[in-house]
């Protein structure tokens, strides 16, 4: 039934949305007709104070607020309602001993309410569903890849992990102080706290792109933590922030709640100089993350910075990111990611990114840091097929730099492919 019901949520979600665009329906308080939407979320005012909507990202985060923003607007009383959906179909292959081939499908529904206030305080709320968990508990193969575990036993290691069902369940206040200052709180069940750059499946740079970043879990791996309050201050074009959250990773049961321990704390300090332009350091302390060496405790630091810019010949976006791990057991390991997104025309997106990391889970035994490397390219194409919907196929390959072990070899040349089909609702 849980399966079901899942599946039911996905699939509605992004249709129920279009069909409310469609339909006159006595709730809706404003005439949508007419209205430039493609540049409604710029005109918005931001949940957490005065810049313009298209700079929100994941969780608290930011973006270039010349970045698009897409998704589905409605209007629903005093309410402004945004959605997006997206399920891919993908078909894996990783090369050598240590790969393996799997067709999975990976899915997210989203939905973001706002609503202004009398005395111009801003009241947020956000939904995120993925239907990941479906894939099973090992996740699918990515060489390189590592973090969690899938049986409470022995650690992922060269598999992705599978999202939770609920990535995001939260609420934000935001208190105006005048134009260009706020105050605002945030709290999710799950959430993002103010740690690393938006996470990778909706920073601009890589949304389009379906293989997780090998870096993950250096940069921007607690965008689920079950139990997050976050408080701030906007200036202008700055924001302060700090956070209370879950430091332990989510478990491998991924359809349930988690204990929220509100034991990590987390500070971000995010500027955004002009509309191309999103920068972010930060530093977290997270207590026990990883649930098969709980008495190890990591401070994690990130820096990053994000660039948006539409020409006559298209749109780039790009990402530079760092994170540093510093472990409680006396252990560092740094890991760094630049990747970009170039779409020449509205139906082609053009992609690519490069690693590197630093891992004591690559090469047995557990404990001897290793350095490795990722380099991938691809693409994709769509097509629309309806107002708010759109089709594509795309594919990616993935050149992977090793390191070398007589116990547990990557073999010669190893790379990796993906293929995959989607459907889109934004």
């Known amino acids: 039934m849980r399966i079901i019901a899942l599946c039911f949520c996905l699939a509605a979600a992004p249709a129920f949305a279009q069909g409310m665009g469609s339909m006159d329906m006595g709730n809706m308080s404003h005439d949508m007709a007419g209205m430039d939407m493609s540049n409604h979320a710029t005109a918005m005012h931001g949940l957490l104070g005065g810049y313009g909507m298209s700079r929100e990202a994941s969780g608290t985060s930011w973006q270039p607020e010349a970045a698009p923003h897409d998704a589905i607007h409605l209007m629903a009383d005093d309410w402004m309602v945004m959605l997006h959906g997206r399920i891919n179909g993908i078909a894996d292959w990783q090369s050598g001993p240590r790969g393996g081939d799997q067709i999975f499908s990976s899915s997210m529904a989203m939905a973001m309410a706002t609503r202004d206030l009398a005395n111009g305080d801003t009241l947020g709320l956000k939904a995120m569903l993925s239907g990941d968990a479906l894939m099973g508990r090992r996740g699918y193969p990515l060489l390189l890849a590592s973090g969690e575990t899938a049986d409470d036993t022995t650690h992922l290691v060269d598999r992705q992990h599978p999202h939770d069902l609920l990535m995001e369940l939260a609420a934000s206040y935001s208190h105006k102080l005048s134009d260009t200052d706020s105050l605002f709180f945030y709290g999710g069940y799950p959430g993002e706290p103010a ?5 990778y499946m909706h920073r601009v740079s890589a949304a389009d792109n379906v293989m997780t970043p090998i870096s993950h879990h250096w940069l921007d791996s607690s965008h689920v933590s079950f139990g997050v309050l976050t408080a701030g201050f906007v200036h202008q074009d700055w924001k302060v922030e700090v956070s209370r959250f879950t430091g332990r990773e989510p478990d491998q049961f991924r359809f349930d709640f988690d204990r929220a321990r509100f034991d990590s704390t987390a500070v971000r300090l995010s500027w955004n100089p002009d509309a191309h332009w999103s920068l972010q350091v930060s530093n977290g302390w997270l207590k026990s993350p990883e649930q098969l060496d709980p008495s190890i405790n990591e401070q994690r630091l990130t820096a990053s910075t994000t660039w948006f810019n539409s020409f006559d010949w298209g749109s780039i976006a790009a990402t530079l990111a760092f994170g540093r791990k510093q472990l409680s057991s006396g252990l560092s390991e740094n890991a760094g990611l630049a990747e970009m997104e170039y779409k020449p025309a509205p139906a082609w997106t053009l992609f690519a990114r490069a690693e ?33 919907w759109k089709i594509g196929l795309g594919g990616l390959y993935a050149f992977d730099f090793a390191p070398s072990s007589t116990r547990a070899s990557y073999g010669a040349d190893p790379h990796g492919a993906m293929g995959f089909a989607r459907l889109v609702a934004e």
């Not at 090469?363 to 380099?375: C, D, K, N, S, Y």
Request: net charge negative.
């Open 195 to 199: 740690l690393g750059p938006s996470a």
């Open 356 to 388: 590197t990391i630093e891992s004591t889970e690559l090469v047995p035994p557990a404990g001897l840091l290793r350095g490795a490397g990722e380099f991938s390219l691809g693409g994709v194409h769509d097509w629309p097929i309806a107002d708010h």
